[in-house]
T-cell receptor
């Protein structure tokens, strides 16, 4: 069965801290790994990772994929209260299917 | 672009009633997805359309659920009859296969009492 597992389920940090979120996957016909940020509404796209070992960066966020070990990490440096959200990873497989993990709830305290 | 547009934003209905959720995908996107999100099960794919044709409906929970896409700019998800366990946030998403990511609509929060 296709599976995407995120850890930790939740964490609380203070502004300025760095957080690392983990995502492991087991899917057939894997294509890419995607990260989304979900606040109170719809998930918004952060990154799509297709190649192993190539870091993608966007401001204070970065992510990397390891296709051999079947995992990805999302890093957030110098966290701000606006980073508080649920972070979802999803494995894209069979050309179109996205299987989501349960998410990591990040709370950043001022 | 206005993004993926869903309506209504909130729906409260009584058990046994018919519920219809609506979605307008991003113009030019050839794929449309309906997802359901609950605390217990997270985000689950219900059905996938490509070029208006249903390709994968394996996630549709049971016969009470049906979805249509009569044209490239409109899709509906219908629940008849609705049950309290259908209470969830229903998201529509669209994409252009081969490009990055899906774009999600703002969702419809359905409460069946």
């Amino acid at each position: 069965e296709d599976k995407v597992v995120q850890s930790p389920l939740s964490l609380v940090v203070h502004e300025g801290d760095t957080v690392t979120l983990n995502c492991s996957y087991e899917v057939t016909n894997f294509r890419s790994l995607l990260w989304y940020k979900q606040e109170k509404k719809a998930p918004t796209f952060l990154f799509m990772l297709t190649s192993s070992g190539i870091e993608k960066k966007s401001g204070r966020l970065s992510s990397i994929l390891d296709k051999k070990e079947l995992f990805s990490i999302l890093n957030i440096t110098a966290t701000q209260t606006g980073d508080s959200a649920v972070y979802l990873c999803a494995a894209l497989f069979n050309d179109y299917k996205l299987s989501f993990g349960a998410g990591t709830t990040v709370t950043v305290r001022a | 672009d206005a993004g993926v547009i869903q309506s209504p934003r909130h729906e409260v209905t009584e058990m046994g009633q018919e519920v219809t959720l609506r979605c307008k995908p991003i113009s030019g996107h050839n794929s449309l997805f309906w997802y359901r999100q609950t605390m217990m099960r997270g985000l689950e794919l219900l059905i996938y359309f490509n070029n208006n044709v249903p390709i994968d409906d394996s996630g549709m929970p049971e016969d009470r659920f049906s979805a249509k896409m009569p044209n490239a700019s409109f899709s509906t998800l219908k629940i008849q009859p609705s049950e309290p366990r259908d209470s969830a946030v229903y998201f529509c998403a669209s994409s252009l296969i081969g490009t990055h990511g899906y774009t999600f609509g703002s969702g419809t929060r359905l409460t069946v009492v």
